[in-house]
């Protein structure tokens, strides 16, 4: 997962990946296409680890990653499917793509009251060079389809403040990661921030944290099933059965109350059919979230 994978273009996978993100010809590499795909990613393949409840076993090889975001169920995945789905995608259409080990850290809780910043490994980070010549174009861009409710355009790698919908977001030098950068989210976001180390990453160097995050007990995305779609006026996510909208009107959420509605929230909210599920396996993920949830009910009530 050096600069440039070297792996060839699948012409039936590429054009897959491009008719969902809304094209039917081969853009070129230019910032303007850039900026629409990034855009359109977020909109439309959702941060999902649904999978990860419903017992599918997943790898993080590029090449696997777009066949999954190109399979015709409107799945997504996390940051190693998303933004390695998304940079393989640049990289055939002529991108100059690089690829970080990143690091993200979650809000504050009770256990973890002080995430530690720095590249853990727990993200894929990526950025594109290459674009400049222009007046006002930066060479280099941080492009992120993978961190959920943040970004729904890639960023100019230069310090500063970027506003996007109702988030604002801090751009700077990463004082954990030496000669890399460092984002902060907006405090309405699901986590603090990121950091990246700057020189590239090979794929071994993800799979102990995918195999943490995908499959152990201790990982926040295997306890709650969450789903988030970004858009230019907020954000949709549905954690657990809670379903929310982060936009500049406050929302504060609603529980849903059936299979049906969480079903229908999936689909229509965030593109998620889950046809291509055995029914019970589907029924039997939704019973484990309301049952889990009336445990964080009553658990908040006793405290």
């Not at 969450?226 to 996510?237: I, N, T």
């Amino acid at each position: 997962m050096s600069m440039q994978s070297g792996i060839p273009i699948d012409v039936a996978v590429r054009d897959a990946y491009l008719a969902r993100l809304g094209w039917s010809d081969v853009p070129p590499p230019t910032v303007d296409t850039l900026i629409a795909l990034h855009r359109a990613h977020v909109e439309r393949v959702p941060y999902d680890t649904i999978w990860i409840a419903l017992g599918e076993r997943r790898g993080i090889d590029l090449l696997e990653s777009t066949r999954i975001l190109t399979n015709g169920t409107g799945v997504g995945g996390y940051c190693y499917h998303l933004n390695g789905g998304l940079s393989l995608l640049l990289e055939w259409l002529g991108f100059e793509v690089h690829r970080h080990l990143g690091g993200v850290q979650s809000n504050p809780s009770p256990a973890n009251p002080e995430p530690a910043a720095g590249a853990s490994g727990n993200h894929l980070a990526v950025t594109v060079t290459g674009l400049g010549g222009g007046v006002g174009v930066a060479d280099a861009w941080m492009v992120d389809a993978g961190l959920g409710d943040a970004l729904h355009e890639p960023i100019p790698l230069v310090e500063g403040t970027i506003e996007q919908g109702p988030f604002r977001f801090h751009l700077r030098p990463s004082q954990a990661e030496p000669g890399a950068w460092r984002f902060d989210h907006d405090p309405k976001g699901s986590f603090i921030g990121s950091d990246y180390r700057p020189g590239p990453v090979e794929e071994h160097e993800f799979h102990e944290r995918h195999e943490f995050l995908s499959t152990s007990p201790d990982s926040g995305f295997v306890r709650v099933p969450m789903v988030q779609r970004r858009d230019a006026g907020g954000v949709d996510s549905l954690r657990g059965k809670l379903l929310l909208r982060v936009a500049a009107t406050p929302d504060d959420g609603r529980e849903l109350a059936s299979e049906a509605e969480w079903r229908a929230a999936l689909a229509d909210i965030f593109g998620i059919r889950l046809d291509h599920v055995d029914p019970a396996n589907a029924t039997a993920v939704w019973q484990r979230i309301c049952t889990d949830h009336e445990a964080f009910l009553q658990s908040r009530s006793t405290t």
